[in-house]
């Protein structure tokens, strides 16, 4: 019992050193900026759009939380999201490359020195408002849905609006290999609407100022 006691003990310390080192990783925008060749295909194009599960724009992620883009890589890479392309992409990376990818689309054609400019909230109709308010979106997302309380968790004012919806709809999948999204916060409030409703949602979150953006790929490097 007692070799027992002890071998257990050492998985524990071991899980808890891998656990602590993994998290004291330290991203570098620098060396991201070397690494994005497998993300500027679809990501740096502006307009451009993806096919499965459907037709959509691919989501602008520069501008967007370093912490969120490393947990929705994470995600990808265990298979938590489904989707074959970017699963394909995650699992190629370490945990250092996901580190310094989501700093370098952290601040990828952020104006450092310029000063956030003031933004005029868009007003939402009384329907989506009402929808709004029934999963209180704005609790996690923000006011403007560009400011979340916790930075692991998406800016989604200004992003495509046919995105958000599959995106949202794919919270509502079960048992499918290939689309869906497996989070479960996500999953019970993403089900209280209709796929109409959730359109509603995207596209009011779209029409909202934000920080997120496409930065073409420069010719030069």
Do not use: W
Request: aromatic letters at 8%; glycine letters at 8%.
């Amino acid at each position: 019992m007692t070799k027992l006691i002890n071998t257990l003990f050492a998985i524990a310390v071991s899980f808890v050193t891998v656990a602590a080192h993994s998290q004291g990783i330290q991203g570098d925008a620098k060396a991201g900026e070397a690494k994005n060749a497998m993300c500027i295909g679809c990501h740096g194009i502006k307009g451009y759009q993806a096919s499965f599960p459907e037709v959509y724009k691919v989501p602008m992620i520069s501008g967007q939380s370093a912490k969120y883009i490393a947990s929705a890589l994470n995600a990808y890479k265990k298979g938590e999201r489904k989707h074959p392309t970017m699963r394909g992409v995650s699992e190629t990376l370490s945990d250092q490359d996901i580190a310094d990818l989501s700093a370098y689309y952290s601040v990828h054609g952020v104006a450092q020195a310029a000063a956030p400019a003031e933004r005029t909230v868009k007003t939402p109709s009384p329907a989506v408002a009402a929808l709004l308010a029934k999963a209180n979106c704005a609790s996690c997302h923000g006011a403007d849905f560009s400011k979340p309380i916790d930075p692991s968790y998406p800016k989604l004012g200004g992003q495509h609006a046919d995105y958000l919806f599959v995106a949202l709809k794919a919270y509502k999948v079960e048992n499918n290999p290939k689309v869906g999204r497996g989070n479960a916060i996500m999953a019970g409030m993403a089900k209280q609407y209709t796929n109409a409703e959730l359109k509603q949602l995207a596209n009011y979150m779209a029409s909202v100022e934000g920080d997120l953006k496409v930065v073409p790929q420069s010719k030069f490097r």
